[in-house]
């Protein structure tokens, strides 16, 4: 039988259900880019607000560009269960805080309605980096985008997450209505004031006068998100429906950690997300700089060597000494120019995610994570070089990390019907397919100013380190591309 409000009453003991009536609950918040993090997350955030019985934050879901989520939520009235999954643990619950789903081109209308009206009180976003469509090195918009030049040209049907906003935005204005917070999600440093530069850049493309407005009466708080949630599988579908006794089109699997920072500003008011668990916070940035460069530069480390020694989960990788014997000094360069929130103590704090990288239950595939690492690199490994260069100090785990990169590209780039998922994959391949001998190789693909910079390029002493890292890295009989490298 099929999950949903009437099966509700079928599902198996000791699995959690909504007590609130879902009927009662206004949709007032409207997320773009609903996907696994999402439901692991945010939504599980607001069901507990529902919960505690304040029914004013239902969530509209929506993906822009897909019906698939749609397709599978809405036969089960949005309702969905989350699993989270400890070494030796696992808790199951139905979460009900997502009151409809809307996705694809069909729904566009409908969307942009929703947005429009006053009853949306937020909007919120996952969208990853590439939805933002800012250039990692200028953080300009790129207007020359098809999807941003397509939309600037036919504003009245958007596309991009960018053009919905922005005409809800103008309707809302030439109607007189209160404009809702634009919330990121994304695990992107600053998030808030990326939102707010991509969300400016277009509108001012649209009616100066527009972003004027914008710029004045919109909040985009940042946020600081954590929690691992690996893309669902068929074995993870089946143990979750096994488990709830129904079938759920798409379950969630996450781990039992969960954080959520975010920084107290909005349009129109906000959920008591601290019921929770949540923190609200003067202190993001440091929050952010602390995740994103402790845990998701580990963790990018991680999956290329980890893609290339045959390890398939992050659990997997964690077993291998190669591995974390680059992680546990790379862990130390970073504390080293880390500003850590007050009362946060960094050593402690990498201790934990060497516990959960090791979670068994949780799998977590590096080929996953190691994805669109042009947009990655910058904040999460390149920023704390960055710092360290300036303090002139050396970084030679940092630099293992960039040319693990180099090689996962080299060994995508070479292997026939392999795929690259990255933004910029055409020139990084090309690049990486231009010489087969080491300090070439580093130094084609150093060349990438989108990625790079025109500073690290320049810098001799770090050029020699990261080629001396790559051959390191390409003597090794466990990595993959060793037997493709001269050096």
């Known amino acids: 039988m099929r999950l949903s409000e009437k099966s509700l009453t079928q599902l198996s003991g000791g699995v959690a259900k909504p007590g609130y009536d879902r009927s009662k609950v206004v949709g007032s918040i409207v997320h773009l880019g609903i996907g696994a993090f ?17 029914l004013a934050w239902g969530i509209i879901g929506a993906s822009v560009n897909s019906a698939k989520m749609k397709n599978a939520l809405v036969p089960q009235d949005g309702l969905y269960a989350l699993a989270e999954m400890g070494a030796d643990s696992e808790k199951v619950r139905i979460i009900g805080s997502i009151i409809d789903v809307l996705g694809g081109a069909e729904d566009a209308d409908k969307l942009l309605a929703k947005m429009s009206d006053l009853s949306t009180r937020i909007v919120s976003i996952t969208v990853t980096e590439k939805g933002y469509y800012l250039d990692p090195a200028s953080g300009q918009l790129q207007l020359q985008a098809p999807a941003i030049a397509a939309d600037l040209a036919a504003l009245a049907t958007p596309k991009t997450i960018l053009g919905f906003i922005v005409q809800a935005l103008k309707k809302r204005k030439a109607a007189g209505i209160p404009p809702f917070t634009v919330l990121s999600c994304d695990n992107l440093p600053n998030n808030g004031k990326l939102a707010k530069a991509a969300v400016l850049a277009f509108a001012r493309q649209v009616d100066a006068d527009l972003a004027a407005w914008i710029e004045a009466s919109v909040c985009f708080p940042c946020t600081m998100v954590d929690r691992i949630t690996p893309a669902t599988t068929d074995a993870d579908r089946a143990h979750v429906n096994q488990v709830i006794g129904l079938d759920d089109a798409w379950p969630v699997v996450t781990e039992q950690f969960v954080q959520w920072v975010i920084e107290d500003q909005f349009t129109l008011g906000r959920p008591d997300w601290t019921i929770a668990g949540a923190v609200f916070s003067d202190e993001i940035e440091c ?8 845990l998701n530069g580990a963790h990018s480390t991680l999956a290329y060597l980890g893609q ?14 190669l591995i974390t014997d680059i992680l546990d000094p790379l862990w130390v360069e970073i504390r080293e120019v880390l500003h850590a929130p007050k009362g946060v103590n960094p050593a402690e704090y990498v201790e934990s995610l060497k516990q959960r990288f090791r979670n068994p239950a949780l799998k977590h595939r590096t080929a996953q994570i ?50 690259l998922n990255d933004p910029q994959s055409a020139e990084i391949l ?5 010489s087969s001998d080491a300090p070439s190789i580093v130094g084609h693909l150093l060349a990438l100013d989108k990625i790079f910079g025109a500073d690290l390029p ?16 390409a003597t090794n009989p466990e990595v993959a591309t060793a037997a493709a490298i001269r050096f």
């Open 370 to 419: 190691a994805s669109d690492g042009s947009q990655k690199l910058p904040q999460r490994l390149l920023a704390p070089l960055r710092d360290r260069l300036a303090k002139g100090l050396a970084s030679p785990a940092i630099a293992t990390a960039i040319a693990a990169w180099m090689h996962y590209a080299v060994k995508i780039a070479h292997t026939p019907d392999a795929v």
């Open 308 to 321: 290339l020694t045959g390890r398939e989960t992050v659990a997997d990788a964690m077993q291998l000494p």
């Open 38 to 54: 999402h439901r692991a997350h945010q939504a599980m955030f607001t069901d507990a607000v529902l919960a505690s019985g304040d």
């Open 287 to 294: 929050w952010e700089n602390m995740k994103l460069r402790c």
């Open 458 to 473: 320049a810098n001799a002493d770090f050029r020699a380190l990261l080629i001396a890292k790559f051959v390191e890295l």
């Open 430 to 434: 090309a690049r990486a397919r231009l």
